[in-house]
């Protein structure tokens, strides 16, 4: 079996829904505490977030006009830094599962909607878990997201497998859709139930 696994809140903690249901980038918690700026901020750097994550943008170029318009006098080098040394917590529970999945011979690939500077920054952060994949899939390299059914087709185009040989495990409704779309088995991420418990027919 092929596995092909999300990036963000799946194999590592990204976000969280605060108790008014607004998302949290943990990365971001003690954000105005360490340089001075607000969490209330995250929405103006969302901003044309996907030119970034495709490709069509830099991200230290785009920092660089989000701190311009915030007023900030940081540089974008010393905002990327405290943004992606923060940003990179393993989530131990499918960690560990994923781990298990390599050992009894499964290939493991990565598929994630990230431009590659913290795509990379990630994968040295924890180089002895990231090696057991065998490649990394990202938006930037595609100029597409997931949420694009042909990323998943260039995925299959370059693993020269069908459809039906490829699990795709995400968090994102979204995803799961335009993956299912080119006929590819796809499982929503649930942190509750995540587990070889629950995902037996992986296991043999």
């Keep these: 079996?092929?596995?092909?696994?999300?990036?963000?809140?799946?194999?590592?903690?990204s976000s969280y829904l605060d108790q008014n249901g607004k998302v949290v980038f943990y990365w971001s918690e003690n954000m105005e505490?360490?340089?001075?700026?607000?969490?209330?901020?995250?929405?103006?750097?969302a901003q044309d977030w996907d030119g970034v994550i495709t490709g069509k943008k830099s991200v230290y170029?785009?920092?660089?006009?989000?701190?311009?318009?915030?007023n900030s006098n940081m540089t974008s080098n010393e905002f990327i830094d405290y943004w992606m040394n923060y940003d990179i917590q393993l989530n131990k529970d499918v960690t560990d599962w994923t781990v298990n999945m390599h050992q009894i011979g499964h290939k493991l690939y990565i598929a994630t909607n990230q431009e590659n500077t913290r795509v990379e920054r990630i994968l040295k952060k924890h180089p002895d878990f990231f090696k057991i994949f065998d490649s990394v899939f990202t938006s930037a390299d595609f100029g597409t997201k997931k949420t694009e059914p042909v990323f998943f087709t260039k995925v299959l185009e370059i693993l020269n497998i069908s459809s039906s040989d490829l699990l795709f495990i995400d968090d994102s409704d979204d995803n799961i859709a335009s993956?299912?779309?080119?006929?590819?088995?796809?499982?929503?991420?649930?942190?509750?139930?995540?587990?070889?418990?629950?995902?037996p027919y992986l296991t043999c």
């Design 33 to 45: 505490k360490d340089i001075g700026i607000s969490m209330d901020c995250i929405s103006v750097l």
């Design 61 to 70: 170029e785009h920092v660089e006009m989000f701190l311009q318009k915030i």
């Design 1 to 13: 079996m092929h596995i092909l696994m999300d990036l963000d809140d799946v194999l590592i903690k």
């Design 179 to 199: 993956a299912q779309r080119v006929g590819i088995k796809s499982i929503k991420y649930n942190p509750k139930i995540f587990s070889k418990r629950h995902y």
